[in-house]
């Protein structure tokens, strides 16, 4: 069954700082890998998504890279803001359109 | 932009009961998922549909059961509720099923079973 891993589960860093958020999973044989933000309680919002295909994804200060042969994705979010404040999850669809979750990494941008 | 509605932001409920969240969108998505999110287990799916009156076991379906009756329309049942069931509950819909489109998610139903 297919594992997702965030690490680290919270971060804290000042503003301006480039961060860099890790996703791992157990199974290659993934269809698209997709990165969330949740505010706290709130639903997810979809941020980038990456097919299985592809290398990586850009969306202004956020760039996420996926390297399926390692089970790695990478969520790289440049001169932080303390509005990116949130939590992150990183999820991957199995060739069934099930899709995995990962338990988050909770960031805090401090001002 | 994609909306995905759920009924209740907060609902209490007794042990026992039969209880109904309701989840509907408004583009036309043929894929809708049910999740529920406990702290430390993440997200985990329940069950979901790809179709008007289609409905697919998730990881955790046991104590619940769906119902979509209509393509934007898609209902979790609690058939007896129970406090192991205390959880936030979200909703999700995709356009369709092997598109690699996103899955775009409600604000959530927290759920507290006394």
């Known amino acids: 069954k297919q594992e997702v891993t965030q690490i680290p589960a919270a971060l804290s860093v000042p503003e301006g700082e480039n961060l860099v958020l890790n996703c791992s999973f157990t199974?290659?044989?993934?269809?698209?890998l997709q990165w969330f933000r949740q505010d706290p309680g709130k639903g997810l919002t979809s941020l980038l998504l990456?097919?299985?295909?592809?290398r990586e994804q850009t969306s202004g200060r956020l760039n996420a890279s996926l390297d399926k042969s390692s089970g790695r994705s990478t969520l790289y979010i440049a001169a932080s803001q303390p509005g990116d404040s949130a939590t992150y999850l990183c999820?991957?669809?199995?060739?069934?359109?099930?899709?995995?979750f990962g338990s988050g990494t909770k960031l805090n941008v401090k001002p | 932009d994609v909306k995905v509605t759920q009924s209740s932001r907060y609902l209490v409920k007794r042990t026992g009961e039969k209880v109904f969240l309701e989840c509907v969108q408004d583009?036309?998505?043929?894929?809708m998922f049910w999740y529920r999110q406990d702290p430390g287990l993440g997200l985990r799916l329940i069950y979901f549909?790809?179709?008007?009156?289609?409905?697919e076991k998730g990881d955790i379906p046991e104590g619940y059961s769906v119902s979509r009756e209509k393509k934007e329309r898609f209902s979790l049942i609690l058939e007896s509720a129970s406090t192991n069931q205390t959880s936030m509950y979200l909703c999700?819909?995709?356009?369709?099923?092997?598109?690699?489109?996103?899955?775009?998610f409600g604000d959530g139903t927290r759920l507290s079973i006394l």
């Open positions: 999700a819909s995709s356009l369709y099923l092997q598109g690699n489109q996103p899955q775009h």
């Open positions: 199974d290659s044989a993934i269809y698209n």
């Open positions: 990456i097919q299985s295909s592809q």
């Open positions: 999820a991957v669809a199995d060739n069934f359109n099930k899709f995995y």
């Open positions: 583009m036309d998505h043929e894929n």
């Open positions: 549909s790809y179709d008007v009156k289609m409905k």
